[in-house]
């Protein structure tokens, strides 16, 4: 008879804890005629008499096995296995940064960094700061591990967004101090200058408004004085 040689399919694997499943783990016979099979753990209790491991773990850590295969004419043959049980990432918040961009504050005390965020169907990145709409959002937090968690989190429109910054170059973005609108009744607006001169003044009622996708725009200022 030929001595037995084996492989343990999946060796030394890391399972994220909230993917364990029903995992498996099975012997490979590269040769030999197989009479007996024996998995024992760490502490050298016998688990299975079978070709095949179920893992029944749950908690967060190292677990050793060692595989013995036994033939009648040839020594025993053993092989290990080390499966580690790792937490995953989690969110701690996400935080309003202005209207629309947002930062994601990891837990630290979880998962293992570096982190990646993936917000909707974006991609992953390792910015901690995202652009979003309003409305609901998922942020899916991925550690160095690969092991992944969701968080879900809303923006709410405000009843009016004032720009933070006005560039007059003609490159079609923040041209004008335009306030964007969806329900603004009435308001009054004066824009000053860093020594408290004004600048330009006006109401609902005279400024000049823009219509795109829904919103109201008071077009208040060119940006030059």
Not at 47 to 72: M, N, P, Q, R, W
Not at 111 to 118: C, D, F, L, N, V
Request: aromatic share 12%; net charge negative; proline share 4%.
């Amino acid at each position: 008879a030929q001595p037995s040689d084996f492989d343990i399919s999946a060796n030394d694997t890391v399972v994220c804890e909230n993917n364990i499943g029903s995992l498996k783990f099975g012997l490979k016979i590269l040769q030999g005629d197989v009479l007996g099979y024996e998995w024992k753990n760490d502490k050298g209790e016998v688990v299975s008499t079978s070709s095949v491991l179920k893992f029944s773990e749950t908690a967060i850590g190292t677990y050793k096995y060692t595989a013995k295969l036994s033939s009648d004419a040839c020594p025993s043959v053993t092989d290990d296995i080390e499966i580690t049980i790792v937490g995953v990432p989690v969110v701690d918040t996400v935080t309003k940064i202005d209207y629309h961009n947002v930062e994601i504050v990891p837990n630290t005390n979880y998962g293992e960094a570096p982190y990646e965020y993936k917000v909707d169907a974006k991609d992953f990145s390792t910015s901690e700061e995202a652009y979003v709409s309003y409305g609901h959002h998922t942020v899916v937090i991925k550690d160095k591990n690969g092991c992944m968690s969701s968080y879900e989190f809303d923006t709410e429109a405000p009843n009016f967004e004032i720009p933070i910054v006005v560039t007059p170059n003609g490159d079609g973005v923040n041209d004008v101090f335009r306030v964007k609108t969806q329900s603004l009744l009435s308001f009054r607006m004066k824009i000053f200058n860093r020594w408290g001169q004004e600048i330009v003044s006006g109401d609902h009622n005279t400024l000049p408004t823009e219509h795109e996708n829904g919103f109201t725009y008071y077009v208040c200022w060119d940006g030059i004085y």
